[in-house]
């Protein structure tokens, strides 16, 4: 499907969507245990793929309107009856990859063209390293895999500059194993916020972690038990950020957003990315609510070594403020769905921005930049779907975003709450 976006304004008050890192890591967090209750989850297309693999490992997972019930393997994942297909969900492939390392038996993993060609060769490579099986089918470091085990724990040593879901499925599984799992890293954490939202989740789950002075130690001998049964998912900084955006660029009388509590999401730096920018924005943290209006952007430098997921955002927001925005540390937004980096550069350059793109560096000079509508590729990537429609708000005429069913992955209702703000949004059949 595609969206015709046309240059409109926006307002009124909109739910901030649950977090996907958190519903991800409470839904396998819940399969390790006995079983739990999830409430308020995101269902997406990438979370139902954790859901089915919780299942393929013996576990089951019953949908409710707010929330899941999930009835766990209690740590002892069986060797699935098929392959588990993790379709467009990077997260889900990284974490349960380690949990196949757990079973007694292989267990093949795969998923769509974009997963199959994304980097788990540290991952495969840390596996092997605690004496289990972990093998690229093609020799590439990259899906179709096949794991298995039961591994014991011990030491891996692993780069952090890559995917730090490596290590978010290795503290997981790792509390598990019988010896525990201490994980010494090889070069600097990169996305740091989201071991963070890791150790968060687990604590909720009643499993210790330790940071030490080079990676993070989990003991072995661990049981998964949520205070009183059930965890709660906090709202999605990832998607408050094109919320935030649309408040910023599209909102003469204000957006506000709610559900936007304090959390270890390294993405709630998009209010201080906007703030710096010069936004007329206010966060009450305690009601977890912000507050953005229409504002006079100026561009900054932003750092997206720990956010890697907002780079589209601030790209789009960079491409309407006055003088230039320099986003920077972003090699590894090369590897995510698609390569963010040159997608974002190629698609506002289409629309009249100008922008120049290294390696690890992208910079917008919003103010040699005019946006106009024209025809702009989602590259199956829903981030950069969600942010080239807030382009679009602002652009002269009209935006087609081809693709936008990708959506799915993380913010199924997102051009439902568009329009429901007052965008002008239509939607049609490729």
């Not at 525990?180 to 972690?209: H, M, N, Q, R, W």
Request: hydrophobic share 40%.
């Amino acid at each position: 499907m595609d969206t015709d976006v046309s240059q409109s304004t926006v307002g009124g008050t909109v739910q901030a969507p649950p977090s996907k890192s958190y519903t991800h890591r409470a839904i396998l967090a819940a399969g390790y245990a006995e079983g739990a209750t999830v409430r308020d989850p995101l269902v997406s297309a990438d979370t139902k793929a954790t859901m089915r693999a919780v299942e393929a490992y013996g576990g089951s997972v019953e949908r409710h309107d707010d929330h899941l019930e999930v009835d766990g393997f209690d740590g002892l994942p069986d060797v699935p009856d098929d392959v588990i297909d993790c379709a467009n969900s990077g997260t889900t492939m990284r974490l349960v990859t380690a949990t196949a390392a757990l079973g007694d038996g292989l267990t093949v993993l795969t998923g769509d063209d974009s997963l199959r060609s994304r980097p788990q060769g540290p991952l495969l490579d840390a596996i092997d390293q605690l004496d289990g099986r972990a093998e690229s089918t093609r020799a590439n470091g990259q899906a179709p895999l096949v794991v298995g085990g039961p591994v014991a724990g011990g030491y891996v040593s692993i780069p952090g500059d890559v995917s730090s879901q490596y290590i978010t499925a290795l503290l997981m599984a790792g509390a598990i194993t019988d010896e525990g799992v201490e994980i010494g890293l090889e070069t600097e954490l990169k996305s740091a916020p989201y071991v963070d939202i890791t150790i968060e989740v687990l604590e909720a789950f009643g499993v210790e972690t330790e940071s030490i002075a080079d990676g993070f130690t989990v003991a072995g001998g661990q049981s998964y038990d949520p205070a009183g049964g059930e965890y709660t998912v906090p709202g999605d900084f990832s998607s408050i950020s094109y919320l935030l955006a649309m408040g910023a660029l599209a909102a003469p009388d204000g957006l506000t957003v709610t559900g936007a509590y304090p959390s270890a999401q390294g993405d709630s730096a998009i209010v201080d990315v906007l703030q710096r920018m010069g936004a007329d924005l206010t966060w009450d943290r305690e009601a977890g609510e912000i507050h953005v209006s229409r504002s006079d952007l100026t561009g900054i430098e932003v750092s997206v070594a720990d956010t890697p997921d907002l780079l589209p955002t601030i790209a789009v927001i960079g491409a309407v403020a006055d003088g230039t925005t320099t986003i920077v540390d972003c090699e590894h937004v090369r590897y995510k769905e698609t390569d963010r980096v040159a997608a974002m550069a190629e698609a506002l350059t289409a629309m009249g921005a100008s922008i120049e793109e290294e390696h690890d560096t992208l910079t917008i000079h919003g103010g040699d930049s005019d946006l106009d509508g024209t025809t702009v590729d989602g590259r199956a990537d829903h981030r950069i779907i969600m942010s080239l429609s807030v382009a679009g708000l602002v652009a002269d005429g009209t935006t087609t975003v081809e693709g936008i069913e990708h959506v799915d992955v993380s913010f199924p209702h997102f051009f439902d709450e568009l329009d429901a703000l007052g965008g002008d949004v239509t939607t049609t059949r490729a």
